[in-house]
Antibody, heavy 128, light 107 residues
């Protein structure tokens, strides 16, 4: 059973950096059949995918265009976790942030990644 | 990006009712469509993947159908624990995108 445990501050000042960590149990961040996502949820934006990191002989990242200039997602193999950094935050970045796993599901020889496990969520408020 | 549109945005139903929620994609996504359930203050939970495959541990009263651009989630007999918000999500291409949600409330 995969479990994801989030940690990080719930209050960040405008223009500063939002930093969250997601500790993984039951899988490896360096798995060749998984990817590791950050997703946020707010009343105005709904569920918004921010980006992911994954390992396929080397490390890759995908980021949403809306945050691409401000976001970094890094794996930490020594601690089996991954992190989110979002720079230059504004009040519009106030949201519940989730980490989530893409697990590989195969049928009839076709394999796809599916978001199947989520962290507990962290409410991050951007305020002076 | 692929836009996902759900209908209705909310519905009221009674225990035992059959409930159907629709999700439409802005372009064809084959069967790369997933449904998840979210209860207040909790993370979403995967119910159905690949349009019609039931995730392990999910009750059989949940079912999904569709392909291309039109998809349906059906709850055959609504139970008290099913009152929640349901989201569709496409896994055809990055960026992953979600519908706006359908809130199922008690009538």
């Amino acid at each position: 059973q995969v479990q994801l445990q989030q940690s990080g501050p719930g209050l960040v000042k405008p223009s500063q950096t939002l930093s969250l960590t997601c500790a993984i149990s039951g899988d490896r961040v360096s798995s060749n059949t998984a990817a590791w996502n950050w997703i946020r949820q707010s009343p105005s934006r709904g569920l918004e995918w921010l980006g992911r990191t994954y390992y396929r002989s080397k490390w890759y990242n995908d980021y949403a265009v809306s945050v691409k200039s401000r976001i970094t997602i890094n794996p930490d193999t020594s601690k089996n976790q991954f992190s989110l950094q979002l720079n230059s935050v504004t009040p519009e970045d106030t949201a519940v942030y989730y980490c989530a796993r893409d697990g590989e599901y195969c049928s009839n020889g076709v394999c796809r990644l599916i978001i199947d496990y989520w962290g507990q969520g962290t409410l991050v408020t951007v305020s002076p | 990006d692929i836009q996902m549109t759900q209908s209705p945005s909310s519905l009221s139903a009674s225990v035992g009712d059959r409930v159907t929620i629709t999700c439409r994609a802005s372009r064809s996504i084959s069967n790369y469509l997933n449904w998840c359930q979210q209860k207040p203050g909790k993370a979403p939970k995967l119910l159905i993947y690949a349009a019609s495959s039931l995730q392990s541990g999910v009750p059989s009263r949940f079912s999904g159908s569709g392909s291309g651009t039109e998809f349906t989630l059906t709850i055959s007999s609504l139970q008290p624990e099913d009152f929640a918000t349901y989201y569709c999500q496409q896994s055809d291409s990055i960026p992953w995108t979600f519908g706006q949600g359908t809130k199922v409330e008690i009538k």
